[in-house]
């Protein structure tokens, strides 16, 4: 008997009305289990018009299922009890499990027919590319922030404390431990300790006071690794690096410049370290970054060389980075032959298309639930504060209220409505890309071989990183794997047959 977990929701909106409750989602639920003898394993729940509102339920659901490899199928009512948004949607597929959703009589997972499993694949692809995009947006929002010379990390090193720097949260000095931090530069800077001997002293003269640490940096101890990180960071004599980038910071520094390279001299002979690394510019290779070796599965890198004659040719070997790996070197036009076979295969016939369409259809239903009902509260939530701001104003111009305390409001209210906004604009920009994303993937799925054949290197590397995935390289056959739904296209192009509730699997070409 299959052994299965059992989850079940129900959200502030629905008040626990009958039909949505949780006691009628569970007989619903084990009804199902026992016709079709099934174990139920675990149940987990999400009540979220309890005070504690939260997902707690689908969190330990996760971990159980991963901890547990013998349960992996999941009992729901619905759709719309399990996903709660995009991101959970994204999660589910990741773990690989099969889904029961009772009331709707679908079965998502391997033993699903064609049209589900491309359906399901499309939704989760545009689930998971919107995620990423908004993903995107906070990367870009803390690239600006560093920019501004604000640390982007909501948990600064030792030595320094979330604050408000300039408007903004960043790290400001925690007068706790800023005589730990200087006292470990201060001593190493002599040369007469080790990182060992220099923990020692630290805890001997009774410096390292535990109690005083920030509970958000779940330090406890003071290691070889914690004092090396400390000695090395820039952050404490006023700069940092961020993504490669060093920046002028606005933080307060503990320490001197001075001190510092005095430090690095001690632990790296006159060599400082962290030291931004200047990447040349990349030749264009085509298959650059794409392929993996089949054997070792290292990365497999492109090279140019030139023939006596003058003649250059492109190969792809494995690096065999620590690896006895026996792969040879492959030439880049003997790959592009397997490609164009394997692009010929990726053709649509017309009700392929309706399933597409029908996915990114069920994709923008589920964005319309679950997205854009998070962006309309963002946007109550703005007007809010605007409204806010109207009766302050008024207040004001009636002389209801003080000239300090107008303008203690007055910047209270504006910053969480500048919040919103930025916040709100990443809402906007994914978006945006979300309907790009859904327009790609509809279009390519009828003309990508003809797509490839016309575009240059970089447009051809574009689609390829857009369609392949986990692709590797072994005695000179390329293996290719196509992302989702392009897989299940392949897949079913390789038979013909569109019907049928078959894996997808890579295969060797004919």
């Avoid at 054949?453 to 000179?476: C, I, M, P, Y």
Wanted: glycine content about 6%; aromatic content about 10%.
């Amino acid at each position: 008997m299959k052994k299965v977990v059992l989850y079940v929701r129900v959200s502030s909106r629905e008040q626990k009305e009958e039909g949505y409750s949780i006691p009628a989602q569970k007989r619903l639920l084990w009804e199902f289990a026992k016709k079709n003898d099934f174990i139920i394993a675990e149940e987990f729940e999400d009540d979220e018009t309890a005070k504690s509102a939260g997902r707690t339920g689908f969190g330990k659901m996760i971990e159980y299922i991963q901890k547990h490899k013998d349960v992996n199928t999941v009992l729901v009512e619905k759709t719309d009890r399990l996903y709660r948004n995009f991101k959970d949607y994204v999660t589910i597929d990741e773990l690989g499990v099969t889904v029961f959703l009772v009331k709707e009589n679908e079965v998502i997972g391997k033993d699903a027919s064609s049209h589900q499993k491309l359906i399901h694949g499309i939704k989760v692809l545009m689930a998971k590319n919107y995620v990423d995009n908004l993903s995107e947006e906070v990367k870009k929002g803390n690239r600006e922030k560093a920019e501004e010379g604000i640390f982007p990390c909501s948990m600064p090193p030792l030595g320094y404390k979330m604050g408000e720097l300039k408007g903004r949260a960043g790290p400001v000095v925690d007068e706790l431990n800023r005589g730990l931090v200087v006292s470990m530069f201060e001593l190493y800077a002599t040369g007469l300790y080790s990182l060992k001997g220099l923990i020692e002293k630290l805890y001997n003269e009774g410096m390292v006071i535990p109690a005083n640490f920030p509970q958000s940096s779940k330090l406890k101890v003071i290691t070889k690794s914690t004092v090396q990180r400390i000695l090395s960071n820039h952050l404490y004599y006023g700069n940092f690096y961020w993504k490669g980038m060093v920046y002028n910071g606005l933080h307060t520094p503990l320490i001197t410049k001075e001190l510092w390279d005095r430090v690095q001299r001690v632990m790296n002979g006159n060599s400082t370290t962290n030291n931004a690394q200047v990447k040349q510019g990349a030749k264009q290779f085509l298959f650059r970054g794409i392929i993996r070796c089949g054997e070792c599965g290292r990365t497999v890198s492109p090279d140019k060389k030139i023939k006596p004659s003058g003649k250059e040719y492109v190969y792809y070997r494995c690096t065999k980075y620590r690896s006895e790996c026996s792969q040879k070197p492959i030439e880049e036009t003997l790959l592009s032959e397997q490609l164009e076979k394997y692009l010929d295969r990726l053709n649509v016939p017309v009700e392929v298309a309706d399933y597409i369409e029908q996915g990114l259809k069920e994709s923008l239903e589920m964005k319309r639930a679950t997205v854009d009902v998070e962006r309309a509260g963002l946007e109550q939530k703005k007007q809010l504060f605007v409204d806010r701001l109207d009766a302050l104003y008024e207040e004001k111009l009636d002389k209801k209220i003080g000239e300090d305390f107008y303008k203690r409001k007055f910047e209270e209210y504006s910053k969480q409505v500048d919040d919103l906004d930025v916040r709100l604009a990443k809402y906007k920009k994914a978006d945006i890309e979300y309907y790009k994303f859904a327009s790609t993937i509809l279009e390519l799925s009828k003309v990508a071989k003809d797509y490839y054949d016309l575009a240059n290197t970089e447009e051809r590397q574009v689609l390829l990183k857009f369609l392949l995935s986990n692709s590797t390289l072994k005695d000179g056959i390329w293996l290719i794997e196509y992302k989702k739904p392009f897989n299940f296209i392949f897949e079913r192009s390789l038979n013909s047959d569109w019907r049928t509730g078959r894996d997808s699997n890579p295969q060797l070409l004919p």
